[in-house]
């Protein structure tokens, strides 16, 4: 059983940046591929990122392109989203996700990841 706990969340004005991170326990992390995904009040939970087990592949939304980077720390078992030029529409809950077998795809959805973290609140002002 692989525990994931976010961290790094706040309100921050557009235009400013912010790093979240991930850290796993409970399993080997090296395994696991990583994603981010984030909920914005009134609507479903949207892919973000994806990391494969190494960090040498990334896949992002069209929405974030250009302007988020995963990355990945194995020996801290950590993973990050840095969080660049944000806009108000950013704003939402940010969850991390692990699937097995550390191959990341592109555009996950929710069933294909097999844990989750309880999130962090990510809120721009304008």
């Known amino acids: 059983q692989v525990q994931l706990v976010e961290s790094g969340g706040g309100l921050v004005q557009a235009g400013g940046s912010l790093r979240l991170s991930c850290a796993a326990s409970?399993?080997?992390?090296?395994?696991?591929?990583m994603g981010w995904f984030r909920q914005a009040p009134g609507k479903e939970r949207e892919f973000v990122a994806a990391?494969?087990?190494?960090?040498?592949?990334?896949y992002y939304a069209d929405s974030v392109k250009g302007r988020f980077t995963a990355s990945r720390d194995n020996a801290k078992n950590t993973v990050y989203l840095q969080m660049n030029s944000l806009k108000p529409e950013d704003t939402a809950v940010y969850y991390c996700?692990?699937?097995?077998?550390?191959?990341?795809?592109?555009?996950?959805?929710?069933?294909?990841?097999?844990?989750w973290g309880k999130g962090t609140l990510v809120t721009v002002s304008s």
């Open positions: 990391i494969n087990w190494s960090g040498s592949t990334t």
């Open positions: 996700a692990a699937r097995r077998g550390g191959i990341a795809t592109k555009e996950w959805v929710d069933y294909d990841m097999n844990y």
């Open positions: 409970g399993g080997i992390f090296g395994s696991y591929a």
